[in-house]
Every structure is written in structure tokens, then in C-alpha cells.
């Protein structure tokens, strides 16, 4: 497809799991955003890759959090140790470059009992 | 700290009616102000506005960023059920702060028919 895919669309774990996000960007992007997105929030910046490397991860929440993208593709965000505050939707966005508009996949809904 | 401010939270109008979105924001090195609208999970790209007073137009949507006085509105004319969506402003800034984009929560915008 042409656009940003997420998978899986929903997941619902126990408190304590360990869960792993995939995120395919667009073909070519270089740059991929993983954002978070509580119930009547905007998406909430966690980490910024250039390529394989983590440019930016000053927004993810603490050390349980990981995300990697070992061959400049596809990103998994992983989460250990999962928290019921852990439950939102997390969403995948890459782009162009740096300075272009950021194009969106449809999301992760994490639930966590 | 980065913040970005929208008005109103939520906006019930009937078809036909023009609205005005408001998007006020707070940010050290401002690069450019974007417009998104959610529907159901993914955002999608609306407009990127980076130089004040000028104009961006698609269809019986509009924007325009004032960068004097920190803000921008979305206009939509003669609105449609289909306009019914979250919309959301987002900032993106450079220079030290994080990569990526600072949301606001959204005007939640309801089109009655």
C-alpha cells in the first residue's frame, strides 16, 4: 500500500506484558515519528529516527520504553513491563525529510488491563 | 516548555454554516504550524503554513498563520456532514527543541445535517 501501515490495528494485554508496535512508513521516508494519543489529547511526540538511527527519544516516557528501525524501514516501539496508564493509541508517522509534512498510519490502540 | 492552544474544544454547527478554528501556540524556534484532521485514528494532512499572512487554500478549506501575534485559524465554508471530525494544530519547531510536532487536544467539530 501506499501509505503508513500499523500493525497490529489492537491489542489488548495484561498489566506487567511485554508488547512490540510495528510501523511500516512510506517508501522512501527517511524519517519516522512514533507519537502516543490519550483519550481527548493530540498525539503526544515519543521518538524521531533519521534513517536507522534514533535522532530524537527526549519524549519517550521513561525506560521502559524502546523503539528501534535496524535497517532504516520498519520500526518497532516496544514496551516492557506494560502499566494500565500505558493504554492509548500509538501512532506511527513518517516523512520525506526532516522539514516535511509528516504522513500518518492509522494507529495502535493498546489496551492494558 | 512548547505549548499550543486550541479553540474552542468542541464545536456543533449545522451544514451549511462557516467555521473558524483557532490554533495559538507558545514555542521557542518556530519552523512551521500544520493542520490536521482525524477522523477515526490516522491524521491527515490538511496544510503546512510557515510565512505569515499568506493564504493556503484547498477547496472550502483555508488557513493562514500569523506569526506576530502567535496563531492561525482554519476556515471551513458551507460545511458538510463529512467535515464532522477532530481537528488538530501542530507546531514544529527546531533548533534544540524535540523533532517532532507539538499537538494541541483538537476542536472536536460536530455537522449536523
Known amino acids: 500500500g501506499a501509505g503508513v501501515s500499523q500493525t497490529p490495528s489492537n491489542k489488548v494485554t495484561e498489566k506487567g506484558k511485554y508488547v512490540e508496535l510495528r510501523c511500516d512508513p512510506i517508501?522512501?521516508?527517511?524519517?519516522l515519528y512514533w507519537y502516543r494519543q490519550s483519550l481527548g489529547q493530540g498525539p503526544e511526540f515519543l521518538i524521531y529516527?533519521?534513517?536507522?538511527?534514533?535522532?530524537?527519544d527526549s519524549g519517550l516516557p521513561n525506560d521502559r520504553f524502546f523503539a528501534v528501525r535496524p535497517e532504516g524501514s520498519v520500526s518497532t516501539l516496544k514496551i516492557q513491563r506494560t502499566e494500565r496508564g500505558d493504554s492509548a493509541v500509538y501512532l506511527c508517522?513518517?516523512?520525506?525529510?526532516?522539514?516535511?509534512?509528516?504522513?500518518f498510519g492509522p494507529g495502535t490502540r493498546l489496551t492494558v488491563l | 516548555e512548547d505549548k499550543v492552544v486550541q479553540s474552542p474544544l468542541s464545536l456543533v454547527v449545522h451544514e451549511g454554516d462557516t467555521v473558524t478554528l483557532n490554533c495559538s501556540y507558545e514555542?521557542?524556534?518556530?519552523?512551521?504550524l500544520l493542520w490536521y484532521k482525524q477522523e477515526k485514528k490516522a491524521p491527515t494532512f490538511l496544510f503546512m503554513l510557515t510565512s505569515s499572512g499568506i493564504e493556503k487554500k484547498s477547496g472550502r478549506l483555508s488557513s493562514i498563520l500569523d506569526k506576530k501575534e502567535l496563531f492561525s485559524i482554519l476556515n471551513i465554508t458551507a460545511t458538510q456532514t463529512g467535515d464532522s471530525a477532530i481537528y488538530l494544530c501542530?507546531?514544529?519547531?527546531?533548533?534544540?527543541?524535540?523533532?517532532?510536532?507539538?499537538f494541541g487536544k483538537g476542536t472536536h467539530l460536530i455537522i449536523q445535517p
Open positions: 508517522a513518517s516523512s520525506v525529510g526532516r522539514d516535511n509534512e509528516q504522513f
Open positions: 529516527f533519521q534513517g536507522t538511527g534514533a535522532a530524537d
Open positions: 501542530a507546531v514544529e519547531t527546531g533548533g534544540g527543541g524535540a523533532d517532532g510536532l507539538t
Open positions: 514555542v521557542t524556534n518556530f519552523r512551521s
Open positions: 517508501s522512501g521516508h527517511t524519517a
